[in-house]
């Protein structure tokens, strides 16, 4: 090869170079001054101005408060160690708009006249934002605790189905009314797990679309088009499947006498602003309780969308609320309002 025969080496330029592409940034810390200075992308990831002299203090206060405590005892322990200089850590920072980042860092120490036991006297740290990685790997997780959540829920889903499908006719026509529905809600659970981009209101009847026709009159639904890409497809097809379990268990699509309105619109922020909402004429008698579907609903929908969700129930009324940008739409959360009408 060339390379071989020309006899290239690694220069500093070359390194300076793969830093680069590795999206990796440096920082030098002082312990005698107590002071550290970032590089461009050190600066970048950290929200600072790049080769300024910045107090260690300061690189410590855009460390998330829950991991604060953790990672300075981590640094302390390694100033204070006699046998160790080299030290790794993942944590999570605040940006100055306040969006929470993941950094993972490695930290070299130098001590004084190179002694292993003497005082520090500086550190490079390489640090490299790995913010969508953990994102990934977050995702990732709850879609296994989805599989394993909706396997569960197989069983209680056909059995409400089955009695929804049964109430509505006559018994010699059950078969040929409910296996259409059983087929329905395997293949509309393979469209969701393709991802693939879709409108709204497209995403919500394939959610509903097992249950629809058996409780149609106690649906409303309302909303102008909105183009959601295939990520937002996916969560809010999880989203609307979770609210739709839980109603078939507890609520609208599963008894007689209830309301289920599922709202949406863009506010004056350009955020879609949305809401499921059930009614009922009679205090419920099933609770509504919180486990991974919960998680879906709040945590998975807020990571994953950026959005901004919430519940809220009582006796006579349930209401999902979900706030979130399209593309590049961004605003500042506020809350998706429930507007409930008494059933009766």
Same mark, same amino acid.
């Given at each position: 090869?060339?390379?071989?025969?020309?006899? %290239?080496?690694?220069?500093?330029?070359?390194? +300076?170079?793969?830093?680069?592409?590795?999206?990796?940034?440096?920082?030098?810390?002082?312990?005698?001054?107590?002071?550290?200075?970032?590089?461009?992308?050190?600066? &970048?990831?950290?929200?600072?101005?790049?080769?300024?002299?910045?107090?260690?203090?300061?690189?410590?206060?855009?460390?998330?408060?829950?991991?604060?405590?953790?990672?300075?005892?981590?640094?302390?322990?390694?100033?204070?160690?006699?046998?160790?200089?080299?030290?790794?850590?993942? =944590?999570?920072?605040?940006?100055?708009?306040?969006?929470?980042?993941?950094?993972?860092?490695?930290?070299?120490?130098?001590? &004084?006249?190179?002694?292993?036991?003497?005082?520090?006297?500086?550190?490079?740290?390489?640090?490299?934002?790995?913010?969508?990685?953990?994102?990934?790997?977050?995702?990732?997780?709850?879609?296994?605790?989805?599989?394993?959540?909706?396997?569960?829920?197989? +069983?209680?889903?056909?059995?409400?189905?089955?009695?929804?499908?049964?109430?509505?006719?006559?018994?010699? +026509?059950?078969?040929?009314?409910?296996?259409?529905?059983?087929?329905?809600?395997? &293949?509309?659970?393979?469209?969701?797990?393709?991802?693939?981009?879709?409108?709204?209101?497209?995403?919500?009847?394939?959610?509903?679309?097992?249950?629809?026709?058996?409780?149609?009159?106690?649906?409303?639904?309302?909303?102008?088009?909105?183009?959601?890409?295939?990520?937002?497809?996916?969560?809010?097809?999880?989203?609307? =499947?979770?609210?739709?379990?839980?109603?078939?268990?507890?609520?609208?699509?599963?008894?007689?006498?209830?309301?289920?309105?599922?709202?949406?619109?863009?506010? =004056?922020?350009?955020?879609?602003? %949305?809401?499921?909402?059930?009614?009922?004429?009679?205090?419920?008698?099933?609770?509504?309780?919180?486990?991974?579907?919960?998680?879906?609903?709040?945590?998975?929908?807020?990571?994953?969308?950026?959005?901004?969700?919430?519940?809220?129930?009582?006796?006579?009324?349930?209401?999902?609320?979900?706030?979130?940008?399209?593309?590049?739409?961004?605003?500042?959360?506020?809350?998706?309002?429930?507007?409930? &009408?008494?059933?009766?």
């Amino acid at each position: 090869m060339r390379i071989v025969r020309n006899n %290239l080496v690694l220069n500093e330029d070359h390194k +300076t170079v793969g830093l680069k592409l590795g999206r990796i940034g440096m920082i030098i810390i002082d312990y005698a001054e107590n002071v550290a200075v970032p590089d461009a992308l050190a600066a &970048e990831i950290f929200g600072l101005d790049a080769d300024e002299v910045i107090a260690r203090d300061t690189f410590h206060g855009r460390i998330h408060p829950d991991d604060q405590d953790g990672i300075i005892a981590l640094v302390d322990d390694l100033i204070a160690a006699d046998n160790r200089d080299v030290i790794e850590f993942t =944590h999570r920072i605040v940006a100055a708009d306040g969006e929470i980042r993941w950094v993972h860092a490695r930290k070299q120490l130098y001590r &004084e006249q190179g002694a292993s036991d003497g005082p520090p006297a500086a550190a490079v740290a390489a640090v490299q934002d790995i913010t969508e990685r953990k994102r990934a790997e977050e995702a990732s997780r709850y879609l296994m605790r989805e599989l394993q959540h909706r396997t569960l829920n197989v +069983t209680a889903i056909t059995s409400s189905l089955a009695r929804m499908v049964y109430h509505a006719g006559s018994p010699e +026509t059950f078969l040929e009314r409910f296996e259409p529905r059983i087929r329905n809600l395997v &293949e509309n659970m393979r469209i969701e797990s393709r991802g693939e981009g879709m409108d709204l209101r497209r995403a919500l009847d394939i959610a509903l679309s097992p249950y629809f026709d058996a409780a149609r009159h106690n649906v409303a639904i309302e909303g102008e088009p909105i183009a959601l890409d295939g990520q937002q497809s996916q969560t809010l097809a999880m989203v609307f =499947h979770e609210l739709a379990t839980n109603s078939v268990k507890y609520g609208a699509l599963g008894q007689s006498g209830l309301r289920l309105s599922v709202k949406w619109a863009r506010d =004056h922020e350009g955020m879609v602003a %949305l809401s499921w909402t059930e009614t009922r004429q009679e205090a419920a008698t099933g609770t509504r309780r919180a486990g991974f579907g919960t998680q879906i609903l709040e945590d998975f929908a807020s990571m994953a969308l950026n959005g901004h969700p919430q519940q809220t129930f009582d006796d006579l009324s349930y209401c999902y609320t979900l706030r979130f940008a399209v593309r590049e739409t961004a605003g500042k959360a506020d809350e998706a309002g429930c507007q409930v &009408e008494r059933v009766g």
